[in-house]
């Protein structure tokens, strides 16, 4: 039986077994290869996209138990314009090997949506189960901060 979803705005339909991972679902069945596979036990957030605006592990949420609208890496900004957030990653150069930030950014933005100007305690307690090999945190809290305040000026 097939299941529709609603990703980035568009829907799709994907005739999967109700228990597959949304992960493989967005990668293998939709495309949309922006979000990662990091370790498949929701411990690392590279594979973190939002449902409905939470910030979830889509490696541990199966495709029967999508309750909204996903929106992966591929859904903020757009072609012509960088999302507030990803134009913070870049001006802050917080990418080295960059395999994780994809599902750094997608928790960045989620805790701004929540949060307009979060503490240096608020960003780490919601960023701490994204894991970056490369230690970029100072820059990727120096993005969050940087972005936050270019939201707050919008």
């Not at 802050?92 to 929540?114: N, P, W």
Request: aromatic fraction near 4%; include cysteine; hydrophobic fraction near 40%.
């Amino acid at each position: 039986m097939a299941t529709a979803l609603t990703i980035n705005g568009k829907q799709h339909q994907v005739d999967l077994p109700d228990d597959v991972p949304l992960l493989w679902v967005l990668r293998d069945e939709v495309g949309l290869t922006g979000t990662k596979f990091g370790c498949g036990v929701a411990a690392c957030g590279a594979c973190t996209v939002h449902i409905d605006g939470e910030a979830v592990r889509s490696c541990q949420v199966a495709l029967s138990d999508v309750w909204g609208d996903v929106t992966t890496i591929e859904g903020i900004g757009s072609p012509d314009a960088m999302a507030t957030i990803q134009q913070a990653w870049t001006d802050h150069q917080v990418a080295q090997c960059g395999y994780c930030q994809s599902g750094q950014i997608m928790q960045a933005a989620a805790l701004l949506a929540e949060n307009t100007a979060p503490s240096d305690a608020d960003i780490d307690e919601a960023m701490q189960g994204n894991l970056c090999r490369c230690g970029t945190y100072p820059r990727i809290r120096a993005a969050i901060h940087d972005a936050a305040a270019k939201l707050k000026e919008a």
